[in-house]
């Protein structure tokens, strides 16, 4: 959905929270692997599933409903596909799939992240302008796909193409599916995001020397919804504190048309707080948001 508000001239998308993740409630088959695929409906996302190798009879797995669900977002974070790496999902509601309602084709896992005037002509990536293969360690990763509408579907099939992988494998974490809410109206400007670092702990010698025991930064989303109806707030807002509390999961895409800031500004979080929704013009509601990434 468009902004009802324009950026600089530029009318960007607005903002997409997905939840709740059902993925945990699924079956899944397929592939060959190393490290079970259950490691997918672990939301500690460093407990990796893991392929046998790189082929892609091997790269593969499929999604059990059990019956036929709602969605409109499917992602996955921390995985390990090169920057030639590609992607596909697929829905049906047949097991083999043999008709699909949905094929999202092959998609780059790492998509344009720099414009050519951000980087120095010697840098291996100026001419793709994607992530290098060391800045890539520095991101978990997100494969996330926004569906043109809400699916009604029983089966999903993932595949993966990254046949020369040099680490002889495919891995992944965390496996979110969902259906997504946009607001009519986007956030409010002042919203930020920002990589935090409360995990590195810090010591002082007696001289004064400071040493670090870095840690993995987390991202954190603050903004605020201040234009909603009464029916946006209760039946979705209300609902969704309701349903997530401070430690459900959170897929938050900060504006999905973004495709050049998408791995930037897109995680797998959770509420820090649960904000009381405000009444603050006639029939116009509003809360703030803070939403801490899971890592």
């Known amino acids: 959905m468009a902004s009802q508000n324009l950026l600089f001239g530029v009318d ?7 939840y709740p993740n059902t993925a945990d409630s699924t079956a899944l088959s397929g592939g060959a ?12 996302q460093s407990r990796v599933a893991r392929t046998s190798n790189c082929t892609l009879a091997s790269t593969t797995f499929d999604v059990d409903f059990g019956k036929a669900k709602k969605l409109s977002v499917a992602a996955i974070v921390r995985h390990n596909l090169t920057t030639v790496g590609k992607w596909r999902v697929r829905l049906s509601n047949v097991a083999n799939f043999a008709s699909c309602d949905y094929d999202s084709g092959w998609i780059n896992a790492w998509p344009v992240v720099f414009l050519p005037e951000t980087l120095e002509w010697e840098d291996d990536n100026w001419w793709e302008g ?3 293969q060391e800045d890539r360690a520095g991101y978990p990763g997100l494969l996330f796909a926004q569906l043109p509408r809400i699916f009604l579907t029983r089966y999903i099939r993932f595949e993966f193409d990254d046949q020369t992988n040099p680490a002889g494998y495919l ?4 496996l979110f599916l969902a259906t ?9 400007y002042g919203h930020s995001i920002a990589w935090e670092f409360s995990n590195t702990k810090m010591t002082r010698a007696m001289g004064g020397t400071p040493y670090f025991d870095r840690r993995a930064g ?4 603050r903004f605020t919804l201040s234009n909603m109806s009464r029916s946006e707030a209760m039946g979705k807002i209300f609902e969704m504190q309701r349903t997530l509390g401070i430690d459900g999961e959170l897929l938050a895409i900060l504006d999905p048309s973004d495709q050049l800031n998408m791995l930037r500004q897109s995680f797998i979080g959770r509420l820090r707080q649960t904000s009381p929704l405000t009444n603050s013009t006639f029939q116009r509601y509003g809360t703030p948001f803070e939403v801490e990434e899971i890592i």
């Open 130 to 132: 994607t992530i290098s």
């Open 218 to 221: 987390m991202r954190v989303h």
């Open 171 to 174: 891995e992944f974490g965390r």
């Open 180 to 188: 997504g809410w946009q607001p009519a109206y986007n956030m409010d």
């Open 12 to 18: 960007v998308s607005n903002v997409l929270l997905a």
């Open 33 to 44: 692997w190393q490290i079970s695929l259950a490691k997918l409906q672990d939301r500690r």
